[in-house]
Nanobody
Framework: QVQLQESGPGLVKPSQTLSLICTVS??????????WSWLRQPPGKGLEWMGV???????YYSPSLKSRTSISRDTSKNQFSLQLSSVTPEDTAVYYC??????????????WGQGTRVTVSS
């Protein structure tokens, strides 16, 4: 059973870069045909997919966030990370990491972290 745990600061100032880490246990981030995603849910709004890093290190991003988003990984630590630059208060949300199988550019979300709340405020 794959388990995921998000970590990072709960408060980020406007214009700064939000950085989160997802630590994975019970499975490897290099497992073939698995993908590792970041999603978020702003207060009172729906869930938004931000991007993904696949088992082979390839990345895919939401078009609306692509210019500000970077997802990377550290295979030695079995972690993957999210960086979101130039944040504004509209980036305030609960951020989740998730994983599941993939086929082409089709990704699933079978396992989820508990989520971490990030507030953007001065």
């Amino acid at each position: 059973q794959v388990q995921l745990q998000e970590s990072g600061p709960g408060l980020v100032k406007p214009s700064q870069t939000l950085s989160l880490i997802c630590t994975v246990s019970g499975g490897s981030i290099t497992t073939t045909y698995y993908a590792w995603s970041w999603l978020r849910q702003p207060p009172g709004k729906g869930l938004e997919w931000m991007g993904v890093i696949a088992y082979d290190g390839s990345t895919y991003y939401s078009p609306s966030l692509k210019s500000r988003t970077s997802i990377s990984r550290d295979t030695s630590k079995n972690q993957f990370s999210l960086q979101l630059s130039s944040v504004t208060p509209e980036d305030t949300a609960v951020y989740y990491c998730a994983s599941g199988g993939m086929r082409g550019s089709w990704f699933t979300f079978a396992s989820w972290g508990q989520g971490t709340r990030v507030t953007v405020s001065s």
